[in-house]
């Protein structure tokens, strides 16, 4: 079938590419899995099908600079407002290793909650001082909405690249 309608190959992989990143753009909005590696992953996908070509190469560089920065955009973010609000960077480190321990212990929500919850703990015995703990914690949750309103665009961004080199 596919030698008689070589277009309906086209449509479909185009299809699927696209289902598969708007999966992963969900999936930056609710935090279930990491959504600017899914579209990479989708991106490398219809490349290694359908072909990468000049223009291929070029956007799926541009894709996977985006996906490489969006993976750490969040660490750095979270870590530089807690740090703005008074934590020291030694104490965001404490709590940014908590977060990726969180993630294993209770993925989606697990990370996050353990990265708070461990600059609270830290930053109260650090100053006994439960307001200026909930500021430092306050300040990384800020970080963490600016994130993900980035790492959102940034996957827009990769999802128009993809766009022109898959129909231009």
Same mark, same amino acid.
């Not at 899995?33 to 291929?56: H, K, N, Q, R, S």
């Given at each position: 079938?596919?030698?008689?309608?070589?277009?309906?190959?086209?449509?479909?992989?185009?299809?699927?590419?696209?289902?598969?990143?708007?999966? #992963?753009?969900?999936?930056?909005?609710?935090?279930?899995?990491?959504?600017? /590696?899914? *579209?990479? /992953?989708?991106?490398?996908? !219809?490349?290694?099908?359908?072909?990468?070509?000049?223009? #291929?190469?070029?956007?799926?560089?541009?894709?996977?600079?985006?996906?490489?920065?969006?993976?750490?955009?969040?660490? *750095?973010?979270?870590?530089?407002?807690?740090?703005?609000?008074?934590?020291?960077?030694?104490?965001?480190?404490?709590?940014?290793?908590? #977060?990726?321990?969180?993630?294993?212990?209770?993925?989606?929500?697990?990370?996050?909650?353990?990265?708070?919850?461990?600059?609270?703990?830290?930053? !109260?015995?650090?100053?006994?001082?439960?307001?200026?703990?909930?500021?430092?914690?306050?300040?990384?949750?800020?970080?963490? #909405?600016?994130?993900?309103?980035?790492?959102?665009?940034?996957?827009?961004?990769?999802?128009?690249?993809?766009?022109?080199?898959?129909?231009?």
């Amino acid at each position: 079938m596919s030698d008689w309608f070589p277009w309906l190959n086209d449509i479909l992989l185009k299809g699927l590419t696209l289902t598969v990143m708007l999966i #992963g753009l969900l999936g930056l909005v609710v935090p279930i899995m990491p959504g600017l /590696v899914i *579209i990479w /992953v989708a991106a490398l996908g !219809y490349g290694l099908f359908a072909g990468f070509g000049t223009l #291929g190469w070029v956007m799926f560089a541009l894709i996977t600079v985006l996906m490489i920065v969006g993976s750490v955009v969040d660490n *750095i973010l979270m870590g530089a407002k807690a740090h703005e609000s008074g934590a020291p960077w030694w104490v965001v480190l404490v709590a940014l290793a908590a #977060g990726i321990l969180g993630n294993f212990a209770l993925p989606i929500i697990g990370g996050l909650v353990a990265a708070l919850l461990a600059l609270f703990l830290v930053e !109260y015995i650090r100053r006994k001082n439960a307001k200026e703990a909930l500021k430092s914690m306050k300040g990384m949750l800020i970080g963490c #909405g600016w994130a993900f309103v980035i790492r959102f665009i940034m996957g827009l961004f990769m999802i128009g690249f993809w766009l022109i080199w898959a129909f231009v």
